[in-house]
């Protein structure tokens, strides 16, 4: 996934959360209704066999191991090899749409106190691969190393809502007991906020809160997460070989508690990205799960039909790409008017975008991608439909409209309407390697040329990291492709971004009035007026037009026929197979 | 000769610190570094944290102070985007693998060249000489990712010749055995050898036949293949065994596209992934690394070019 063509640079940072804690509002109940699903979200007819293999062996494309230490991870494929051999408090399932049920795992059982400040988990009988027992200390060990200030650790800023949390993480107090998080007895394990945080459950189901053995990490010190042979695990599997960007390998850890639930026995992997190398693989019966990209979708949706294959494809991973306007006014001068803003957004077609560049992902109509869900549904349909809805209606692909629009903004700023084509605008890009980036760049500079009639100039950067650097620099572009990938599922970490001064707020978008109500939809902790707050925020967002949302990024992924129980993640990792099955074939 | 060696030496040590300097002061100028792209999306204090952490707040010029000592110790550092990768964990484990994938394509592709070559030169102006020359263009111009592409397709797997789609040996094999998946990744790397080789080899050939001493060993009676062996193979080697060093360096810096098709957990892979993330100590490591190599094989080739051919002499003076 991270190896796709745009995407490879902006997917930073991922992590995963489930949906019904996003929308539980502070109830145990709500997380507690997850149904085990029985087997993968799968599309086309699976083998008929009901007999299970003799061997129960998958081979997959191996992750790339940034680091095993949970604390330190940021990317999906760490987070991907940690959800198959680790056990936190919460393990998610998937339906066939994508859709997230969180369901207890490492804990049998949670409450939230009424002021939403104190969460209490009992902890699940599970054992470490070593034997030892998990105890609540390696719950509260994970949360100090992730507050240690020497580490860094990129997501400390998840635990940092808990008492005194920053206060340690900035080496005002050393003594991680004054710390909100405790163990109350051996299987029991207390989490404090200093303030109500609606988004902390979700957060807490994170890989950055799985528990950690002390006595294990000290003995390895700096160098934790870097080895697989230093690890202990506590999940379906442990890794039992590893040469990162080479292959691996995952056994059934037998001392997992749901031992008896884990059928299959072995993961083999090889390090490999070519599509043609993984197709020949695939076919051969060598490769149990493709990613097909570019070319290949087609001829596998093909496959899919005839029974060759199995499709697993959710509409939304979570992940958007959208136009960043230059609030400050940009190069131009020209973007600090919100008609021009409205006009320039509008001319990008976004339907067409999506099927002449990529054949794949669903078009954009919102800010708030359709995997994060509120209480069962689509966030943008329990908050009353998608904010930018009605004006791609009206205005895509209607020059007149747009011009006339974008000529307002001009009389607004008191500049000429006369000759359009003296205007230009520079959009800032990089150069990703791929062809597809090429053509995305020129399709952009088109679609805004030919409906507006004005001139859009391209400043292509050498790579992701002079972008990253120069795109927090509005002075320097007029327009900008961002992305974002969720860092848990609930709106919030999409809002967020839009904080005045907020590190990704490349708009450079600056409203107390939007930073008030954020704010106070962190701490509110009754869910419909929470969502009544997200919906305002989303239109605040629209109103000012600090951006055209362009795609969300999918899920898509084939499997072998014979392959049963396949979860494929979405926002945060790649797959758990967990409950996967091989069947007779 | 003595003279001539440290002499050389110091260069190489200047030529060396030379590169270290430049690589690391270009790596500093450009905007974004892998640490640009690991902490994208955190919030404004986790940033500072991380880039504390790893010492990018400091100035460049201290930055440089820092890194030199510690590289003239051998540590470029651990690597921002892999934790616990270090220049030194990544040459032990993957440097084998290149260097027996490499070996393999250059013992390969040179034999095969050379033999070629020589055909060609004998049978100059025939339709042998062009066959071998519209190959030699054809081989020189398409792309090994191509070859290594169309190789796997048409002979890995049921449907080819049974030979394994991907994979290495590795453990005991590591260095001998597990032909048969080493079989399609040296022939399709060896290719790009043969045909470079057969041309030179050919060019030089084409020299000594037409050369004085020849026509002189023909004159006096010489059979054609002593003619052959003795002037006219012998002549032509100067120009290839002193090509050969620097073909030998370029097999530590990996077969990057054969490494990527048929998931060889080689070097080349890892370099170019550094790069592209811009992952500096790992970039400045690597590139040091080579360099060394680099200024090693011409150093060689230099030194055998005198006892290839004994007139050219190596001394400490001045030419």
Same mark, same amino acid.
Not at chain 1, 103 to 123: H, P, Q, W
Not at chain 2, 118 to 142: K, N
């Given at each position: 996934?991270?190896?796709?063509?745009?995407?490879?640079?902006?997917?930073?940072?991922?992590?995963?959360?489930?949906?019904?804690?996003?929308?539980?509002?502070?109830?145990?109940?709500?997380?507690?209704?997850?149904?085990?699903?029985?087997?993968?979200?799968?599309?086309?007819?699976?083998?008929?066999?009901?007999?299970?293999?003799?061997?129960?062996?998958?081979?997959?494309?191996?992750?790339?191991?940034?680091?095993?230490?949970?604390?330190?991870?940021?990317?999906?494929?760490?987070?991907?090899?940690?959800?198959?051999?680790?056990?936190?408090?919460?393990?998610?399932?998937?339906?066939?749409?994508?859709?997230?049920?969180?369901?207890?795992?490492?804990?049998?059982?949670?409450?939230?106190?009424?002021?939403?400040?104190?969460?209490?988990?009992?902890?699940?009988?599970?054992?470490?691969?070593?034997?030892?027992?998990?105890?609540?200390?390696?719950?509260?060990?994970?949360?100090?190393?992730?507050?240690?200030?020497?580490?860094?650790?990129?997501?400390?800023?998840?635990?940092?809502?808990?008492?005194?949390?920053?206060?340690?993480?900035?080496?005002?107090?050393?003594?991680?007991?004054?710390?909100?998080?405790?163990?109350?007895?051996?299987?029991?394990?207390?989490?404090?906020?200093?303030?109500?945080?609606?988004?902390?459950?979700?957060?807490?189901?994170?890989?950055?809160?799985?528990?950690?053995?002390?006595?294990?990490?000290?003995?390895?010190?700096?160098?934790?997460?870097?080895?697989?042979?230093?690890?202990?695990?506590?999940?379906?599997?442990?890794?039992?070989?590893?040469?990162?960007?080479?292959?691996?390998?995952?056994?059934?850890?037998?001392?997992?508690?749901?031992?008896?639930?884990?059928?299959?026995?072995?993961?083999?992997?090889?390090?490999?990205?070519?599509?043609?190398?993984?197709?020949?693989?695939?076919?051969?019966?060598?490769?149990?799960?493709?990613?097909?990209?570019?070319?290949?979708?087609?001829?596998?949706?093909?496959?899919?039909?005839?029974?060759?294959?199995?499709?697993?494809?959710?509409?939304?991973?979570?992940?958007?790409?959208?136009?960043?306007?230059?609030?400050?006014?940009?190069?131009?001068?020209?973007?600090?008017?919100?008609?021009?803003?409205?006009?320039?957004?509008?001319?990008?077609?976004?339907?067409?975008?999506?099927?002449?560049?990529?054949?794949?992902?669903?078009?954009?109509?919102?800010?708030?991608?359709?995997?994060?869900?509120?209480?069962?549904?689509?966030?943008?349909?329990?908050?009353?439909?998608?904010?930018?809805?009605?004006?791609?209606?009206?205005?895509?692909?209607?020059?007149?409209?747009?011009?006339?629009?974008?000529?307002?903004?001009?009389?607004?700023?008191?500049?000429?309407?006369?000759?359009?084509?003296?205007?230009?605008?520079?959009?800032?890009?990089?150069?990703?390697?791929?062809?597809?980036?090429?053509?995305?760049?020129?399709?952009?500079?088109?679609?805004?040329?030919?409906?507006?009639?004005?001139?859009?100039?391209?400043?292509?950067?050498?790579?992701?990291?002079?972008?990253?650097?120069?795109?927090?620099?509005?002075?320097?572009?007029?327009?900008?492709?961002?992305?974002?990938?969720?860092?848990?599922?609930?709106?919030?970490?999409?809002?967020?971004?839009?904080?005045?001064?907020?590190?990704?707020?490349?708009?450079?978008?600056?409203?107390?009035?939007?930073?008030?109500?954020?704010?106070?939809?962190?701490?509110?902790?009754?869910?419909?007026?929470?969502?009544?707050?997200?919906?305002?925020?989303?239109?605040?967002?629209?109103?000012?037009?600090?951006?055209?949302?362009?795609?969300?990024?999918?899920?898509?992924?084939?499997?072998?026929?014979?392959?049963?129980?396949?979860?494929?993640?979405?926002?945060?990792?790649?797959?758990?197979?967990?409950?996967?099955?091989?069947?007779?074939? | 000769?003595?003279?001539?060696?440290?002499?050389?030496?110091?260069?190489?040590?200047?030529?060396?610190?030379?590169?270290?300097?430049?690589?690391?002061?270009?790596?500093?100028?450009?905007?974004?570094?892998?640490?640009?792209?690991?902490?994208?999306?955190?919030?404004?204090?986790?940033?500072?944290?991380?880039?504390?952490?790893?010492?990018?707040?400091?100035?460049?010029?201290?930055?440089?102070?820092?890194?030199?000592?510690?590289?003239?110790?051998?540590?470029?550092?651990?690597? *921002?985007?892999?934790?616990?990768?270090?220049?030194?964990?990544?040459?032990?484990?993957?440097?084998?693998?290149?260097?027996?994938?490499?070996?393999?394509?250059?013992?390969?592709?040179?034999?095969?060249? *050379?033999?070629?070559?020589?055909?060609?030169?004998?049978?100059?102006?025939?339709?042998?000489?062009?066959?071998?020359?519209?190959?030699?263009?054809?081989?020189?111009?398409?792309?090994?990712?191509?070859?290594?592409?169309?190789?796997?397709?048409?002979?890995?797997?049921?449907?080819?010749?049974?030979?394994?789609?991907?994979?290495?040996?590795?453990?005991?094999?590591?260095?001998?055995?597990?032909?048969?998946?080493?079989?399609?990744?040296?022939?399709?790397?060896?290719?790009?050898?043969?045909?470079?080789?057969?041309?030179?080899?050919?060019?030089?050939?084409?020299?000594?036949?037409?050369?004085?001493?020849?026509?002189?060993?023909?004159?006096?009676?010489?059979?054609?293949?002593?003619?052959?062996?003795?002037?006219?193979?012998?002549?032509?080697?100067?120009?290839?065994?002193?090509?050969?060093?620097?073909?030998?360096?370029?097999?530590?810096?990996?077969?990057?596209?054969?490494?990527?098709?048929?998931?060889?957990?080689?070097?080349?892979?890892?370099?170019?992934?550094?790069?592209?993330?811009?992952?500096?100590?790992?970039?400045?490591?690597?590139?040091?690394?080579?360099?060394?190599?680099?200024?090693?094989?011409?150093?060689?080739?230099?030194?055998?070019?005198?006892?290839?051919?004994?007139?050219?002499?190596?001394?400490?003076?001045?030419?």
């Amino acid at each position: 996934m991270r190896k796709r063509a745009l995407l490879a640079c902006t997917l930073a940072a991922v992590l995963l959360v489930s949906t019904s804690l996003a929308g539980c509002g502070g109830s145990g109940d709500t997380a507690s209704s997850g149904t085990a699903t029985e087997s993968g979200a799968a599309s086309g007819t699976a083998s008929t066999s009901t007999e299970l293999a003799d061997e129960q062996v998958v081979y997959l494309t191996q992750p790339e191991i940034r680091t095993l230490d949970s604390t330190q991870m940021n990317d999906n494929q760490s987070a991907t090899v940690l959800v198959n051999t680790m056990e936190g408090l919460f393990r998610y399932s998937f339906d066939d749409q994508g859709n997230a049920t969180a369901e207890k795992a490492g804990c049998t059982d949670y409450t939230v106190s009424d002021d939403g400040l104190t969460y209490t988990f009992t902890l699940r009988e599970n054992t470490w691969s070593d034997g030892e027992p998990v105890t609540a200390d390696d719950y509260v060990y994970a949360v100090s190393r992730l507050l240690d200030p020497d580490l860094a650790a990129p997501y400390a800023f998840f635990a940092e809502g808990l008492v005194n949390a920053d206060k340690y993480l900035s080496g005002e107090i050393t003594d991680f007991s004054q710390v909100g998080c405790k163990a109350l007895d051996d299987m029991t394990v207390e989490y404090t906020l200093a303030e109500p945080d609606s988004t902390f459950l979700a957060k807490l189901a994170s890989p950055e809160f799985l528990p950690l053995r002390q006595d294990i990490v000290e003995q390895y010190g700096d160098n934790y997460g870097t080895d697989y042979t230093q690890l202990v695990f506590n999940g379906p599997f442990k890794i039992t070989e590893w040469t990162n960007t080479a292959s691996g390998k995952f056994e059934k850890n037998e001392s997992y508690w749901n031992a008896d639930n884990v059928t299959l026995q072995e993961i083999n992997m090889t390090y490999n990205n070519e599509q043609s190398t993984l197709d020949q693989l695939f076919k051969e019966g060598q490769l149990s799960q493709f990613g097909a990209a570019t070319d290949y979708i087609a001829v596998y949706e093909q496959m899919a039909q005839s029974g060759q294959c199995q499709e697993i494809s959710y509409p939304s991973d979570g992940g958007e790409f959208w136009i960043s306007m230059s609030l400050g006014g940009g190069p131009s001068g020209l973007m600090s008017n919100v008609n021009i803003r409205r006009a320039v957004g509008l001319s990008i077609d976004g339907e067409a975008y999506c099927s002449t560049i990529y054949g794949r992902y669903t078009p954009a109509d919102d800010l708030i991608p359709p995997a994060i869900s509120w209480d069962g549904q689509q966030f943008t349909e329990a908050s009353g439909g998608a904010k930018w809805a009605d004006d791609i209606a009206e205005y895509r692909n209607q020059p007149e409209k747009l011009q006339e629009m974008f000529k307002q903004g001009l009389e607004e700023l008191g500049l000429q309407t006369d000759d359009l084509s003296q205007y230009t605008l520079s959009y800032m890009t990089y150069d990703t390697g791929s062809s597809l980036n090429k053509q995305s760049q020129e399709f952009i500079q088109q679609q805004i040329e030919q409906n507006l009639g004005i001139n859009v100039e391209l400043n292509v950067l050498s790579g992701w990291e002079q972008y990253g650097a120069e795109v927090e620099d509005g002075s320097k572009w007029d327009i900008s492709m961002n992305g974002w990938v969720p860092d848990y599922n609930d709106p919030m970490t999409y809002f967020g971004i839009w904080e005045t001064g907020g590190s990704s707020n490349y708009e450079q978008y600056a409203n107390p009035e939007y930073d008030q109500l954020l704010k106070d939809a962190q701490a509110e902790t009754d869910s419909d007026k929470r969502l009544d707050m997200y919906s305002q925020l989303d239109q605040m967002l629209h109103d000012d037009f600090i951006c055209m949302p362009l795609y969300f990024t999918d899920v898509k992924s084939f499997i072998q026929p014979y392959i049963q129980g396949v979860q494929i993640g979405t926002m945060g990792y790649m797959w758990d197979y967990s409950k996967v099955q091989v069947m007779a074939h | 000769m003595a003279k001539f060696l440290i002499r050389r030496f110091i260069y190489m040590i200047i030529t060396i610190f030379l590169v270290f300097t430049a690589t690391f002061f270009m790596l500093a100028a450009i905007p974004g570094n892998a640490l640009t792209g690991k902490i994208a999306k955190l919030p404004e204090s986790s940033q500072q944290r991380i880039i504390q952490k790893y010492g990018y707040d400091k100035p460049v010029g201290e930055r440089y102070v820092v890194t030199l000592g510690n590289a003239l110790h051998g540590d470029f550092g651990e690597s *921002i985007v892999n934790a616990g990768d270090t220049v030194q964990s990544i040459l032990s484990e993957r440097l084998p693998v290149t260097v027996r994938l490499n070996t393999q394509q250059i013992v390969f592709g040179v034999i095969i060249g *050379i033999v070629l070559g020589v055909i060609a030169a004998m049978r100059r102006g025939t339709a042998v000489d062009y066959g071998i020359l519209i190959f030699c263009m054809f081989m020189t111009s398409v792309p090994s990712l191509v070859i290594a592409l169309i190789f796997q397709l048409t002979f890995a797997g049921s449907s080819g010749l049974g030979l394994p789609i991907i994979g290495w040996p590795s453990g005991d094999e590591l260095w001998f055995g597990g032909w048969q998946y080493t079989i399609l990744p040296t022939i399709s790397g060896a290719l790009f050898y043969v045909a470079g080789y057969a041309r030179t080899t050919k060019i030089a050939m084409l020299d000594s036949i037409y050369q004085e001493c020849t026509t002189t060993a023909r004159a006096i009676g010489m059979s054609e293949s002593e003619v052959v062996i003795h002037h006219v193979v012998r002549n032509s080697f100067i120009p290839i065994i002193t090509y050969l060093p620097q073909t030998i360096a370029g097999v530590l810096s990996g077969s990057l596209f054969i490494e990527r098709v048929f998931s060889i957990p080689g070097v080349g892979n890892y370099y170019v992934e550094c790069i592209s993330s811009r992952d500096i100590p790992m970039v400045l490591g690597f590139t040091v690394f080579y360099s060394c190599i680099t200024v090693v094989a011409i150093f060689a080739s230099d030194v055998l070019y005198g006892v290839v051919d004994p007139r050219i002499k190596i001394t400490g003076d001045k030419r």
